[in-house]
Structures are given as structure tokens and as C-alpha cells.
């Protein structure tokens, strides 16, 4: 749509020069005086070309896209390969959760004492730092080596893709909720980085595609 | 030419009309009549008929529980939402489920028609500017306005009989106002902290773009809030000093509408004093005593600091999202009558280390933005384009009353997301889609849109593939649509807003605007020479309470038979008939005055004392 390459290493000012020009072409602003069904066509345009840029502009969005792509070419509908972290970082993780229960608990009592919360807090630090390297790691070297590999190696790399963004959705949905717990001073900037309307979400928040609701009525 | 499209800035305390000049490229405000370019968002509902504007603000005192005021924020909301501030606004709100019900002048209607009276004033002033019809009109909202709010404003809209062709956020107008000349290409932060809210947007100006990163705010912070925890200040100090008329008059103030209404708009006066002085003395005259002291703006800036605080989480949280710290902030840009606050430019400073801009009128800015969208829409300026995105995140309600988000807060609009949904049962034939807006996880704590009630075929559970699209257009409103594909049928949807008015309401209440007319230009003039001598008999009663033993028997026995006749001329319609008697009440207190305000300044009274007293003259 942008007419760049299909590389997962963006130049991102010509993305967004891109962008911005596609964005005028296609804005319900410029076609006031169209008849209401071509409006409604430009607005549905204009939302692809938002929701597009919106997907390519974040490295790790683009990522995520692009193993939703390969998985979506290799696997039926219905039986996507949920992402799975190492063992040792789940177990890791887990130990933390259940810390951070029993912490739970004795809040609920009291506060927190000092101690426990020091310690939740230089964790925290520890996860967002982890995080960080994550990000980074995705975004740089594994995003240029796929770029650059031949088609046999790219199975390997999905995989190595797939296990960074499970490892980030956890540390992600881990550091959220030391930060719940701890709440204060961080909160303002705990809830953007961490929160759960972040390019990606964490992994108890979405299973598969699509909703399942709808009582029986009547 | 019938694609004229104005720009209109409904604001909690006031309201503006603007357009751009064709000749220079420029945006003007529309000024009224008489020169005045806001037009305070008053409206009274008189026993005449109603009253918009300056008459209506200056019978705010004396027809509390008819006289609507800050209505915008009432817009879109709900009883619950709304009762705790209601216990200090003078009209009567009632109780009830859904959408906000007013009580006044003798009926009962909602914040979008009373925001119509309005919007329809502004619509006649920008129609006899042009010597021609207006039908259509860019409209300002807080950019933290959700979707009924911004719903609510437009059906307002629809019942002034304008069609409103875009809802714009106002810091998103202002920067467009802004970016006409003052703004070269970075990034800006706008901070606009007007009377009834607050907002902060961060935007990307390039190439004539203007992309918003982020957006921020509280729909219920203001002006409106400093002026209410200095009134209650004072409200205490009167208690403390004067306790022994108020129990000898056994007057509880607190429950005296008036003088609430007093109190506020003295308290609102002093506030905008101590903006440019160091010090102020507040007077007021209440029935058996006067109240008077000094304030310093120290004094206010301690009552206001929280409130002022509460800005700067938003602010920051704003920064956080566009993925920004305050250093990567080009230029910051104040908008809003209470950035005038000294404090609140200190603190702004702070936060983002930068002088903020001011060099546009901070009250006139967001109307000046608007039009430059109209103007954009109508085809006017091709090189400008504003991105604009959804402040709040928009999902459904699924199974254990978990929120689905959709799409994400921030995200660019016009913005699209679909959804696949089943059924859960045998020949069910209705689908429950419950839309939510707001950034907590459980439904029960976000704010509910409404419902969309999806009515397909009988068929077995699991079977319909039903898909839903969820399209968030470029006002911020939300339009739903749905499909079966198997059948490939489109999906009835029915729509249950949660705090909003359904076709059939609106349709009505464009009726009522009709049947509840305005009061005629005759009648309006009438109505203003009632209150102006409304005004002279609460100022003569009152200099006659103070200083009846400083003039002789004659003089009073003049003042009392001017008064008795304006009393019988006011009940009356002869228009000069009050204000001949208005003027003949005037002169006859002339000596008055003069006496008491010798008295005043003799007893080093501040001559303001009797002013007020007496009135201006
Ligand atoms: N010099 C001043 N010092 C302090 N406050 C002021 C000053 N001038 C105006 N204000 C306050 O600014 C507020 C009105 O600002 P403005 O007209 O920008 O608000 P609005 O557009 O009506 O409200 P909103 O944008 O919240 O809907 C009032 O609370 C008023 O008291
Ligand atoms: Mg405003």
C-alpha cells in the first residue's frame, strides 16, 4: 500500500512521508461534496490506510503482523499455534505471580511492608529492563536477519520471533502487575507502557480470533 | 452561497461563531451586535420565553433554579454521573435512568436542547452577519468528550436546526489556528484548561499534517471547579466572621440559592482579578451585613493547587502514550480562559520546560480553529489536513463481564475493526452486543455506549458467522454494522444508546424548539429592562437597609414612592414605562450614595463597598 519494500526494516520518515500523502488522498475531508455511498467508501479507505500505518509504524507490530501472515498461509483457520515462552522464563514468572498473591494478600491486611516492597519493586525494574532487551533484539538483529534470509532459514526465525513475543507478552503482563500492586508514583507512565492497549496484547487477554458471546434470548 | 460552513466553539462557560475571510485567508470571530464576541453559555427559561447570553448571565442571581449554566457538562451523561455536582448547581436535575433531565421554567428538558438555544444564537448571528441562511456547522468539543458526549453535541446541533458536518476537538482546533502562521513544523503540546474542562493533546505539525499522537484530559475539571472550592472557602470565612447576623436573621447561606449564586460569581471575579493583581478585596452586601476582605493570590493559589495538579497526570500519561518525554516538546500552546491562572502557567512550564505560547486571544482560539476546518471541508484550504485520533478505548463486553478491546485509545480515525461473532445457543434469533468505551478492564467500570441488538435466522449454536464492523468515523462517533455471512445478509442492528436520545426524541424536541420559542426581539427588550430594574430595586432595598438613618424623612419618603412605582411599572409590559421609572428610582437614591459612600470611606471602607451597595452608576 505504501509502496515500500516488503522488509521488516522500515525507513520510517519515508514511511511517514508516505503515509501523509496516501492519508490526503483518501481523508473523508477532501470529498465532502461526494454522494454519501462514495463517502462512506473513502472513509472505510481512509480507516485501512490509519490502521495500516498504524501496524508498520511500530516494529514490533510489523512483526507481529508478519507472523500472523506466515501463520495464516501455513496453518487452517481455527488452530493458530499459540505462542509459547520458555519453560524457565514460565516458571520464573510464576514464582513471581505467586509472590506477588501472597503480597496481594497481606495488603489487603495492611499495607505492603517496606521490604517486600522494595523487592517487588527492583524486580520490576529487572522485568522492564529484560523487556526493553527484548524489544530491541526484535526490532533489530531478528527483524534485519529475516529480511536478509533465504527461505529455508525463515521457519527458524518465525520460531525465534514467535518465542520473543511470548517471552515480551509475559513480561509485559508481569511487570503490569507488580505495578498494579504497587501502584502509585509509576502509575502514570506503568499504565502506557505496560497497559493492556499496547501494540500487543498479553497473552491471558486474547486467545483466538474473534469473540464468543451472545446469551440465548427469549 | 449555501456551502457556507461556520465554526462554532460551544464552551461550558462560553460560546463563539467565527468563519474565515475569503479576502485574507484569515479566521474572524463573529462579534454580536453590540461588539461582543462571546456569547456566555447562559440560557433562561423566563415565563416570556427564553433568553440566551449576557441577559441571561446577569439574571443568574436572581433566577437561580430557571437559569442554566455549564450545561456542557451535563452533556451525554446520566444522573449518577452527574449527582454530587448537582447538589451545587441551583437548577434542578432530576432523577432518573438514562440521559440528564432538567426542571426548569415549568418543564423538563435536556442538556442538547438546552446547548440548541445556543448553538441556534450563535446560528443567528453568523446569518445576519452574512445577510443569508446558515445550515451547516463545525462544532468544538473537549477532546476527551466519549462518544455520547460527542453524539449529544451533535443532536444539539439538529435541534438549532444546523446540521453539524464535523465534531472537532478543541486542542486539535486550536493548534489548527495556530498553525496558520505561529507554528513551525515539530511538535506541539496543547494545553487547554477552560471553564468546565481539561484537555491535553500532542501533536506531530509536518508538512502542513497535523497528526495527533496523543490525548489526554478530564471532562470535568475547570474554571468552574476554582470558582467553587474559593466560593466554599468563603463560604466558611462568612460563617466564621458573621455567625452572629447570620443566627440572628437565622440565615443559612448554604441553602440560599441567590446567595450561592452570589458568592460564585463574586468568587469567579475575584479569581480573574488576582490574575493580573497581587491582591484583591472581595465585598459582599448581604441582606442584614456586608462582607468584606482582602485575598491575596497566594490565598487562591493554595485552594487551587490540587486542582491545578490534576492536570499534570494527564499531561504526562499523554507523553507516555505518543511515546515522548517532555524534552522531544517543541512548542507548547495555552488555550482557555483559566490558562490565564498564573499558577497554571508556572506549573505548565515545568512540566514541559518550554514558555508556552499565548499570543492568540486564549478565548477566541478554538472558534478561530474551527473555522479553519470548515473552511477545510468547504474546500477551501486543500494544503492543511488533520489527523485526528479516539481519546478512548473502544471494546465490547465479553463472557465474566471482561472487556474485548477493539481499538485501542489513540488510534487514528477514521478507524475500522471487525469482529466475528456466534451464538451460544439452538435457533437463537438475537445476538447482544454490549459497546464500551473507557480504559479499565471490566465492563462494569467503563462507560456503556449502549446496545446493539443483532437479529438474524434461526439456526444451530455456533453456526452464524456473524460479522460485526466497528467504524469510528472522523467526528470520534461510532457506527456499527453487521453481517451473516453465510447468508451474506446484512444484520439488523438496533441500537440502545445508554445516554442518549433516539431519533423519535430529537425529531420531538426540534418540534419543541419551535413551540418554546425564543422570546421576540420585543419581548427580549422587555425581559432587560425588567432585570435592569430588578437589579436598581435590590440596590435601593439595600442602600435603604444600610443608610436610612443618614438622610432626612423627606428623602426617604422619595426613594420609597420611586420604588413602589417601578414595583407597579415592572409588573406591567410597557417597556418605557420601567425604564422611566428605573430612572426615577436612580435619582431619587443619587443623594443616598453619595452619603454612603462618604460613610464608607470615612469608616476606611473601600469605595468598591458602595458601589456595590448602590450599583454601578
Ligand atoms: N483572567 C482570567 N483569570 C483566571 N481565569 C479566567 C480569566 N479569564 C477567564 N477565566 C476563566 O476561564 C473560564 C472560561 O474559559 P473559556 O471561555 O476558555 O472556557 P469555555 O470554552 O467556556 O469552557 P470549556 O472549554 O471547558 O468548555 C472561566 O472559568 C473563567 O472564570
Ligand atoms: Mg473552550
Given at each position: 500500500m505504501f509502496g515500500l519494500p516488503r522488509k521488516l526494516v522500515v525507513d520510517s520518515a519515508e514511511l511517514q512521508r508516505r503515509f501523509y500523502a496516501l492519508a490526503r488522498e483518501h481523508h473523508p475531508d477532501f470529498h465532502q461534496a461526494a454522494p454519501a455511498e462514495e463517502r462512506a467508501r473513502i472513509e472505510a479507505t481512509s480507516a485501512l490506510v490509519n490502521a495500516a500505518y498504524r501496524t508498520l509504524r511500530d516494529p514490533i507490530a510489523r512483526v507481529e503482523y508478519l507472523v500472523r501472515l506466515e501463520e495464516g498461509r501455513e496453518t487452517k483457520e481455527g488452530d493458530i499455534d499459540k505462542p509459547k515462552a520458555p519453560p524457565a522464563l514460565l516458571q520464573e514468572m510464576f514464582e513471581i505471580?505467586?509472590?506477588?498473591?501472597?503480597?496481594?494478600?497481606?495488603?489487603?491486611?495492611?499495607?505492603?511492608?517496606?521490604?517486600?516492597?522494595?523487592?517487588?519493586?527492583?524486580?520490576?525494574?529487572?522485568?522492564?529492563?529484560?523487556?526493553?532487551?527484548?524489544?530491541?533484539?526484535?526490532?533489530?538483529?531478528?527483524?534485519?536477519?529475516?529480511?536478509?534470509?533465504?527461505?529455508?532459514?525463515?521457519?527458524?526465525?518465525?520460531?525465534?520471533?514467535?518465542?520473543?513475543?511470548?517471552?515480551?507478552?509475559?513480561?509485559?503482563?508481569?511487570?503490569?502487575d507488580l505495578t498494579e500492586t504497587l501502584g502509585g508514583d509509576t502509575e502514570a507512565f506503568g499504565r502506557a507502557i505496560e497497559g493492556r492497549h499496547g501494540s500487543a496484547e498479553a497473552p491471558r487477554t486474547r486467545g483466538g480470533m474473534g469473540g464468543h458471546i451472545g446469551a440465548p434470548h427469549q | 452561497?449555501?456551502?457556507?460552513?461556520?465554526?462554532?466553539?460551544?464552551?461550558?462557560?462560553?460560546?463563539?461563531?467565527?468563519?474565515?475571510?475569503?479576502?485574507?485567508?484569515?479566521?474572524?470571530?463573529?462579534?454580536?451586535?453590540?461588539?461582543?464576541?462571546?456569547?456566555?453559555?447562559?440560557?433562561?427559561?423566563?415565563?416570556?420565553?427564553?433568553?440566551?447570553?449576557?441577559?441571561?448571565?446577569?439574571?443568574?442571581?436572581?433566577?437561580?433554579?430557571?437559569?442554566?449554566?455549564?450545561?456542557?457538562?451535563?452533556?451525554?451523561?446520566?444522573?449518577?454521573?452527574?449527582?454530587?455536582?448537582?447538589?451545587?448547581?441551583?437548577?434542578?436535575?432530576?432523577?432518573?435512568?438514562?440521559?440528564?433531565?432538567?426542571?426548569?421554567?415549568?418543564?423538563?428538558?435536556?442538556?442538547?436542547?438546552?446547548?440548541?438555544?445556543?448553538?441556534?444564537?450563535?446560528?443567528?448571528?453568523?446569518?445576519?452577519?452574512?445577510?443569508?441562511?446558515?445550515?451547516?456547522?463545525?462544532?468544538?468539543?473537549?477532546?476527551y468528550f466519549n462518544d455520547a458526549q460527542r453524539q449529544a453535541t451533535k443532536d444539539a446541533g439538529r435541534i438549532a436546526g444546523l446540521d453539524v458536518v464535523r465534531i472537532v476537538n478543541e486542542p486539535t482546533a486550536a493548534s489548527l489556528a495556530y498553525g496558520l502562521h505561529r507554528l513551525s513544523e515539530g511538535v506541539v503540546a496543547v494545553y487547554d484548561l477552560g471553564g468546565g474542562t481539561f484537555d491535553v493533546s500532542i501533536l506531530r505539525v509536518k508538512d502542513g499534517v497535523f497528526e495527533v499522537l496523543a490525548t489526554n484530559g478530564d471532562t470535568h475539571l475547570g474554571g468552574d471547579d476554582f470558582d467553587r472550592v474559593l466560593a466554599l472557602w468563603l463560604l466558611e470565612d462568612i460563617a466564621a466572621r458573621h455567625h452572629t447576623e447570620l443566627d440572628r436573621d437565622c440565615v443559612d447561606l448554604a441553602r440560599d440559592p441567590e446567595a450561592m449564586q452570589e458568592l460564585r460569581l463574586a468568587a469567579e471575579a475575584a479569581k480573574i482579578r488576582l490574575s493580573s493583581e497581587e491582591r484583591t478585596t472581595l465585598t459582599l452586601p448581604f441582606a442584614g451585613f456586608t462582607y468584606r476582605r482582602e485575598m491575596t493570590r497566594a490565598d487562591l493559589e493554595r485552594l487551587v493547587e490540587p486542582l491545578v495538579g490534576r492536570t499534570l497526570g494527564p499531561c504526562r500519561r499523554a507523553l507516555a502514550d505518543a511515546g515522548l518525554s517532555a524534552a522531544d516538546i517543541d512548542e507548547v500552546v495555552l488555550v482557555g480562559g483559566s490558562t490565564r491562572v498564573p499558577l497554571v502557567r508556572r506549573r505548565v512550564q515545568e512540566l514541559f520546560g518550554k514558555t508556552p505560547h499565548s499570543q492568540l486571544n486564549p478565548d477566541e482560539v478554538v472558534a478561530l480553529g474551527a473555522a479553519v476546518q470548515a473552511h477545510i471541508l468547504a474546500g477551501g484550504i486543500t494544503n492543511m489536513l488533520l489527523l485526528d485520533v479516539t481519546p478512548l478505548s473502544l471494546g465490547i463486553e465479553s463472557l465474566g463481564g471482561i472487556v474485548n478491546v477493539l481499538i485501542p485509545r489513540n488510534t487514528t480515525i477514521p478507524t475500522s475493526a471487525r469482529e466475528m461473532f456466534t451464538t451460544s445457543a439452538d435457533g437463537q434469533t438475537l445476538v447482544d452486543l454490549h459497546v464500551l468505551q473507557g480504559e479499565r478492564e471490566l465492563a462494569k467500570d467503563c462507560r456503556s455506549l449502549g446496545r446493539f441488538e443483532l437479529r438474524i435466522d434461526p439456526m444451530p449454536a455456533g453456526m452464524p458467522k456473524i460479522e460485526v464492523t466497528f467504524l469510528i468515523d472522523a467526528n470520534g462517533i461510532l457506527q456499527v454494522q453487521a453481517k451473516e455471512q453465510r447468508s451474506d445478509k446484512a444484520a439488523s442492528i438496533e441500537v440502545k444508546p445508554t445516554y442518549g436520545l433516539n431519533e423519535a426524541e430529537v425529531g420531538r424536541m426540534i418540534e419543541d424548539s419551535f413551540t418554546y420559542a425564543e422570546a421576540d426581539v420585543e419581548t427580549r427588550m422587555l425581559i432587560e429592562a425588567r432585570n435592569e430594574a430588578d437589579t436598581v430595586l435590590v440596590h435601593a432595598g439595600r442602600a435603604l437597609k444600610q443608610g436610612a438613618h443618614l438622610v432626612d424623612v423627606a428623602e426617604r419618603a422619595a426613594i420609597e414612592t420611586a420604588v413602589a412605582a417601578l414595583r407597579a411599572a415592572r409588573s406591567g409590559d410597557d417597556r418605557d414605562r420601567i425604564h422611566e421609572a428605573t430612572t426615577a428610582v436612580n435619582r431619587a437614591t443619587e443623594h443616598l450614595a453619595e452619603v454612603l459612600m462618604d460613610a464608607a470611606l470615612k469608616g476606611a471602607l473601600g469605595s468598591r463597598r458602595a458601589t456595590e451597595i448602590l450599583g454601578e452608576r
Open positions: 505471580q505467586e509472590a506477588l498473591a501472597e503480597a496481594r494478600s497481606e495488603a489487603a491486611k495492611g499495607a505492603l511492608d517496606e521490604t517486600t516492597r522494595a523487592t517487588l519493586a527492583e524486580q520490576r525494574e529487572s522485568l522492564r529492563a529484560r523487556l526493553k532487551d527484548e524489544e530491541t533484539r526484535l526490532a533489530g538483529p531478528l527483524s534485519a536477519r529475516w529480511d536478509s534470509a533465504a527461505p529455508a532459514e525463515r521457519p527458524a526465525i518465525l520460531a525465534a520471533f514467535k518465542e520473543a513475543l511470548a517471552t515480551r507478552a509475559y513480561l509485559r503482563t508481569v511487570s503490569a | 452561497m449555501s456551502s457556507r460552513i461556520i465554526g462554532i466553539d460551544l464552551g461550558t462557560t462560553n460560546s463563539l461563531v467565527a468563519y474565515v475571510d475569503e479576502a485574507t485567508g484569515l479566521p474572524r470571530v463573529i462579534p454580536d451586535a453590540d461588539g461582543r464576541p462571546l456569547l456566555p453559555s447562559v440560557v433562561a427559561f423566563t415565563p416570556d420565553g427564553i433568553v440566551v447570553g449576557e441577559p441571561a448571565r446577569r439574571q443568574l442571581a436572581r433566577r437561580p433554579a430557571d437559569t442554566v449554566y455549564s450545561v456542557k457538562r451535563l452533556m451525554g451523561r446520566g444522573f449518577e454521573d452527574v449527582k454530587d455536582e448537582a447538589r451545587y448547581l441551583p437548577f434542578r436535575i432530576l432523577a432518573g435512568e438514562g440521559l440528564v433531565r432538567l426542571a426548569v421554567g415549568g418543564r423538563e428538558v435536556t442538556p442538547p436542547e438546552v446547548s440548541a438555544v445556543v448553538l441556534k444564537a450563535l446560528k443567528e448571528r453568523a446569518e445576519r452577519h452574512f445577510g443569508e441562511s446558515v445550515e451547516k456547522a463545525v462544532v468544538t468539543v473537549p477532546a
